[in-house]
């Protein structure tokens, strides 16, 4: 069961690339799906729950998210808006909450010095803290936690990285599962569920969706919330076609 008496929720991913929204598999061979201002106004019309803004190359680049994109956007939305990407100390966290983000995701950095997440969530509250988790299945089977985009294996293990991450005070763990990313096979619903039996927070399935049927199995397995991308941006299903189907298979959605 989900670790919480929310409702299950939608969540639509911006994945932003020099201004540009973009998707790929697998973390690579990214394509141009539009602008970030105009897509998530549009997914808060469809029935979006909330939209998740990164920026994927920040860390990786070692450069602050656009200050100015995640105010633009801020302006223009009234569901819960979370932001990540390139956020190193509390005061890049307090200039995306100003800018107009309800929550920040925390990923490269909470692993490279993870006091990040403590001092969050005692500054503003556990509800504002997500961790983003990027796993991937190895070819041994492993499942190895990378940090700057998808880029760099860290030496985490990946059991003991949530449980921390939860300990530490996230409120939110997203899990990104490489491994199902833009492959369209549904979410990893084992490792989510697995996750969601071990940890009392909240927790985001991520990676592989392509149709509302794998909604339904990753709510089925514990998840708190799912989160797409390429299957909104590619305009093959609304999130109002989602949230549907999850009715009439007897789940109860906001």
Sequence with gaps: MPNSQLLPRIIVCLDVDKGRVVKGTNFKQLRDMGDPIE????YEEQGADELVFLDISASNENRPTALKLVTDIACNLSIPFTVGGGLKKLDDVKAFL?????KVALNTTAVLAPDIIDATAKAYGSQCVVVAVDV???????????????????????FDWTKEVARRGAGEI??????KDGTGSGFDTELTAQVSRELPIQVIASGGAKSEEHFYQAFSQGADACLAAGMFHSGDYRVGDVKRYLTDKGLSVR
């Design 98 to 102: 100003d800018a107009g983000a309800d």
């Design 39 to 42: 897509l998530a106004q549009a």
């Design 174 to 179: 997203l899990l990104t599962a490489m491994h």
């Design 136 to 158: 991937n299945r190895e070819a041994d089977s492993s499942l190895g936690v990378y940090i700057n985009g998808g880029r760099k294996l860290t030496d985490k293990n990946f």
